[in-house]
């Protein structure tokens, strides 16, 4: 087949050759005008750096061990660890709370509906970092100081450093527990799997819902008794200027989680509430006729066929909590834009900090995209 100069096919081809010439120009322009700045300038390049000794401390390390004489690629892993911390309980907590309230939105219940509209009407229309202010001066403001904290349950404290609550002490029985826990986790998810082939085949569905609850618990519990049922707390008690033992939720953790949990979590009830507007009428009206109350109905019937209206609006709320988390930074709370611009102040090198932010970034977003995108094609209706 030839081609003539004048045809749309060689013309589209030619005009994105050329776009593409046009991209790699400029991106070789501007990394070779960077790197002869920098040079000019003395300033070093690379990720050298992250081999170095930080030299500072960070005061949220739950999770990862740290000193100030760690390097800083250790420092950046404890704010990406705290980045992760705060974006999955968000998540899960902003998912149910959400869920919950676009639920009460439709509501026959005169004063719950109107109730939960107040809130999203309120929450969403508020700017986010004004919400972190308010959630922080809660509680640093308002609470007492660790000298006379409030104890609402025994064992608990609230106080303007923290929420203080006893956990289990340590035991080499726990090791076997969390075990148990992931592998009755697997059970549970293969289970599930096994369930869907088999009502595909013969109509019937096992009791997926209380088999997955005992391969949940069970295993766990045993483990725990084999390894001799240990039921040490570790309590918190007040001593010095502070409390020691037990657990503590730091206030910029706290503050960072409620208002990201309550912000998102009003957006996610519209979603819910469209997605279930989106469902037919005679679909109530048949769960009805079956014989279904309102809940059951809600839960077996109308939630699994709004999944599908409800999952893609969803994916975009959780992108948006991930990288909202990086208004941490605002209140004190050491994640990972936080330590990264402490990184890039001592060590000047800014770019290479920038750049560690953006790819992190793009990865949680890509990943938690790549999830629900398999989720909502697994959800997806398809033609028998």
Do not use: C
Request: no cysteine; hydrophobic share 55%; charged share 10%.
């Amino acid at each position: 087949m030839r081609l003539s100069a004048g045809d749309p096919k060689l013309r589209a081809v030619a005009y994105q050759a050329g776009a593409i010439v046009a991209a790699v120009l400029i991106g070789w322009y501007l990394v070779s005008n960077t790197l002869a700045n920098l040079e000019a300038r003395h300033i070093a390049s690379g990720f050298g750096f992250l081999s170095r000794e930080a030299g500072f401390e960070i005061g949220e390390t739950t999770l990862i061990p740290y000193s100030a004489a760690d390097t800083y690629l250790r420092a950046l892993t404890v704010g990406l660890a705290n980045t992760f911390r705060v974006a999955l309980i968000g998540i899960v907590a902003a998912t149910v709370l959400g869920t919950l309230i676009g639920l009460a939105r439709l509501s026959r219940n005169w004063l719950v509906a109107k109730l939960a509209a107040a809130y999203v009407e309120f929450v969403r229309n508020v700017p986010l970092l004004v919400q972190l202010f308010f959630w922080y001066a809660i509680i640093t403001e308002n609470l007492p100081g660790p000298r006379a904290a409030i104890e609402p349950l025994p064992g608990v404290y609230l106080a303007n450093r923290g929420i203080f609550f006893p956990v289990p002490a340590w035991d080499a029985a726990y090791t076997w527990v969390i075990g148990a826990l992931a592998a009755g986790i697997v059970a549970a998810i293969a289970f599930a799997w096994w369930a869907d082939k088999h009502q595909a085949k013969t109509g019937r569905r096992p009791p997926v819902s209380e088999v997955a609850l005992a391969l949940l618990i069970a295993p766990p519990v045993i483990a725990w008794l084999v390894g001799g049922a240990p039921t040490t707390m570790s309590v918190p008690a007040f001593e010095g200027f502070n409390f020691s033992g037990g657990a503590v939720l730091a206030p910029e953790f706290a503050a960072l989680t409620a208002g990201l949990i309550t912000y998102t979590a009003s957006f996610i009830a519209e979603i819910v509430r469209a997605g279930v507007l989106a469902i037919h009428r005679g679909q109530f009206e048949a769960a009805y006729a079956l014989g279904l109350r309102r809940g059951l109905t809600m839960r077996l019937v109308v939630l699994p066929q709004a999944l599908r209206v409800i999952v893609p609006p969803l994916t975009s709320q959780y992108l948006n909590l991930a990288k909202n988390s990086s208004l941490a930074v605002a209140i004190g709370y050491p994640d990972l834009v936080s330590i990264a611009n402490t990184t890039m102040n001592q060590t000047g090198q800014a770019i290479e900090g920038i750049a560690i932010i953006m790819a992190v970034y793009l990865t949680i977003s890509l990943s938690i995209s790549a999830f629900m995108n398999w989720y909502n094609a697994r959800i997806a209706l398809t033609e028998r």
